[in-house]
């Protein structure tokens, strides 16, 4: 090692939101510029952190210089660079929006005073998530996640909110315990919870089947795959809006990351028969979550029922198991987290705009908000799946990958999953070019609400015409190419 | 059998019993006594999985893993028995209950 003082990015990232989460609890009043200020700071470390990953390959680091056994190691590979970006855009997107939200003249103050603390610390278990390279890392970073986002969820205060964080916090809680009971077991068997470790010493056993079975259901439930998705609805529509973007953007795909290093790095043998199960579940996932979101009363439940058939979306790569069809399902999980986090915003604006989110009474919204409706049918196009946007690519790619693996029939599921998406987008931008009957009273949406939301569903479009550098990105100390049986 | 062997056992069982609990009691204290069980039973099965050869001394890794687990643990439960506290202030009854239209 060189003595040239080199900036460890990668600890920055996660003691910047730290830092920034104890500053906004002890200055409640400078929180705004103090939670923006953090937000650039981390999008600016998470660019150092890139350029370092690009530049010299995957990064290690020992925090405090104890090394793998012992101490806890970050590790930064194209995966996790990926993933933290995700988190910086839809995090930067989502801190803008909530000065509007939780600073409108007649917002709460006290809302504003938690929310900044709270989303501080939830954004640093993420990046703290995204860069563990030990099993036991990953549950305290989890669980740092869920304590967080249920206390998010819980802060739109109501009966429904209260109901679906309790809820949230108790399945949550059930996931963790379900993955901790798994790396005891795998620590029992194999004296180590650092990854690349484990990778190399795991051997197919019944301690490792039952590991697996226990960390594969614990973080199916808290990535809330069909039927587990049951909590999902429920917490992700009664939050406050910007909650509601930011988990359904970024906190399930948090647990679908651990089951996807897992699955690739630790149990690599795991047998076709749970992988195509997997892919069956994703596949009623989509139908059943697409049916559902058409069937719902209200915009952001029927949102939330979208994010349960996109979440389905991801697990069609698991039987596919070739390359193409891994960057698919991350490529998905990109373009989702962007489009679901405009359309959140949307819904949040339509919410504040008129009261009420019920989809019958939209009442002309296209005329008097036409930013927010731009910004949630651009998003819908992204969900879709329609060319140019992000979502596309991504289903492209899934669908190349089925054929590859001559299992085409995967692309059923895109083709019947894109419909019913359509449906529903149609259905409430119907719904907001006609008259409703009742007049309501309304509220100016305040304007930084409205341009975030189109911002970011504009980025949602565009990812499908620079598609070609994330994907690269996923190339660096990847996981995927170990196995190239394409 | 090994004593060790023996408590893991008890842990996998505290386990199960906790789950159980979970999912037929309606009272969300129940619910929350129940995930603590079942914390219980993953602690001591890290604790007697740590003793792998019969007197040598007991590998420390496991217990630190208890440690921090204890304190996930105890913040978890003071968050969620706040929340049950505030799911009771607003509708009356400290169970899950079904969405209400609206």
């Known amino acids: ?127 703290a998530l995204f860069l563990s390279a030990d099993i036991f890392n990953l549950y305290v970073t989890l669980e740092l996640l869920g304590l967080a986002a249920v206390a998010l969820v819980a802060l739109a205060g109501g009966a429904d909110a209260l109901t679906g964080a309790m809820r949230y ?16 077991l795998l620590y029992h068997g194999f004296g180590s919870v650092d990854i690349t470790l484990l990778a190399e010493r795991v051997e197919p056993s019944p301690v490792v089947w039952a590991a697996m079975g226990l960390m594969v259901t614990g973080l199916l439930l808290k990535t809330a795959l069909f039927p587990l998705h049951f909590w999902l609805p429920s917490a992700h529509a009664s939050a406050p809006a910007p909650v509601s973007a930011l988990l359904s953007a970024l906190v399930v795909k948090a647990s679908f990351y651990i089951l996807l290093r897992l699955w690739l790095e630790i149990f690599p043998f795991a047998n076709a028969a749970l992988a195509q199960l997997l892919g069956l579940l994703g596949a009623a996932a989509v139908l059943w979550g697409g049916f559902q979101a058409l069937f719902q009363a209200r915009l952001k439940m029927l949102i939330a029922y979208s994010t349960v058939a996109q979440l389905g979306y991801l697990f069609l790569a698991f039987p596919l198991a070739n390359v193409i069809g891994w960057t698919g399902a991350l490529y998905m999980l990109l373009s989702h987290a962007v489009a679901k986090t405009a359309m959140f915003m949307a819904a949040g604006n339509i919410l504040y705009f008129g009261g009420h989110d019920r989809i019958v009474d939209l009442d002309r919204v296209v005329q008097r908000l036409p930013l927010t409706i731009t910004a949630f049918a651009l998003a819908g196009v992204s969900i879709m799946g329609l060319p140019p946007s992000g979502g596309f690519i991504a289903k492209w790619l899934l669908l190349e990958a089925a054929i590859r693996a001559a299992q085409w029939w995967w692309g059923g599921i895109l083709i019947l999953g894109g419909l019913l998406s359509a449906a529903w987008v149609f259905k409430v931008v119907g719904y907001a070019f006609t008259q409703s009957e009742v007049p309501h009273e309304t509220r100016t949406v305040p304007a930084s609400m409205e341009w975030t939301a189109l911002v970011m569903a504009v980025v949602a479009i565009l990812l499908g015409l620079f598609a070609p550098w994330p994907l690269a990105l996923l190339e660096i100390g990847s996981p995927f190419g170990r196995e190239n049986a394409g | 059998m090994s004593s060790a062997f023996l408590y893991a056992l008890v842990g996998v069982g505290l386990f199960t019993l906790g789950l159980y609990a979970l999912i037929v009691h309606t009272h969300l204290l129940r619910k929350i006594l129940a995930i603590n069980v079942m914390a219980s039973g993953v602690f001591l099965v890290l604790v007697a999985l740590a003793a792998r050869t019969q007197g040598a001394t007991p590998d420390p890794v496991p217990h630190a893993m208890v440690i921090t687990g204890i304190v996930v643990a105890v913040s978890a439960t003071a968050l969620a028995l706040a929340l049950m506290l505030r799911v009771r202030a607003e509708t009356g009854r400290a169970e899950l209950a079904e969405e209400s239209q609206e």
């Open chain 1, 1 to 127: 090692m060189s003595y040239v003082p080199d900036i460890h990015w990668g600890v920055m990232v996660i003691v910047l939101p730290l830092a920034g989460a104890v500053c906004c609890f002890l200055w409640p009043r400078r929180a705004v510029p103090l939670g923006l200020v953090t937000a650039l700071g981390i999008v600016a470390c998470v660019a150092g952190l890139g350029w370092q990953v690009v530049e010299q390959g995957a990064q290690r680091y020992a925090v405090g210089g104890w090394g793998a056994p012992l101490g806890i190691d970050l590790y930064a590979d194209g995966l996790s660079l990926l993933m933290l970006m995700v988190a910086a855009v839809a995090g930067l997107g989502i801190s803008v929006y909530s000065c509007g939200y939780f600073h409108r003249p007649d917002a709460k103050r006290d809302k504003a005073k938690h929310f900044w603390p709270l989303w501080m610390f939830l954004w640093a278990a993420l990046n």
């Open chain 1, 169 to 184: 916090l108790l399945v949550s809680l059930l996931g963790s315990l379900f993955y901790l009971l798994g790396v005891a």
